[in-house]
């Protein structure tokens, strides 16, 4: 089992920056990889960004690439989301996810954390 704890949410205005923290406890050697996701009121869940564990590879969404940056700190086992130049359809709550294996679905998830960007 992996537990997964979101924080840095918050409320930030146009143009703002924020960043999103997710503690990972438990089986974290085992993971392949974390990412961030997303959910709107009325809309799906959506892909953000993901990193592997072990080499630390990025993967962006094409509506937060070039604004928002993933990074992990394996010696605290936290994985970052830096979210810059933030737009008002940024407004979600964002949960990070643990992947045990590459290309199977993501198998652990944190709660969920608001994010609002007031226009």
């Known amino acids: 089992q992996v537990q997964l704890v979101e924080s840095g949410g918050g409320l930030v205005q146009t143009g703002g920056s924020l960043r999103l923290s997710c503690a990972a406890s438990g089986r974290t050697f085992s993971m392949y990889g974390m990412g961030w996701f997303r959910q709107a009121p009325g809309k799906e869940r959506e892909f953000v960004a993901h990193?592997?564990?072990?080499?630390?590879?990025?993967f962006y969404s094409d509506s937060v690439r070039g604004r928002f940056n993933i990074c992990r700190d394996t010696a605290k086992n936290t994985v970052y989301l830096q979210m810059n130049s933030l737009k008002p359809e940024d407004t979600a709550v964002y949960s990070c996810?643990?992947?045990?294996?590459?290309?199977?679905?993501?198998?652990?998830w944190g709660q969920g954390i608001q994010v609002t960007v007031s226009s």
């Open positions: 996810a643990a992947r045990l294996r590459v290309g199977s679905g993501y198998d652990f």
């Open positions: 990193i592997t564990w072990s080499l630390g590879s990025p």
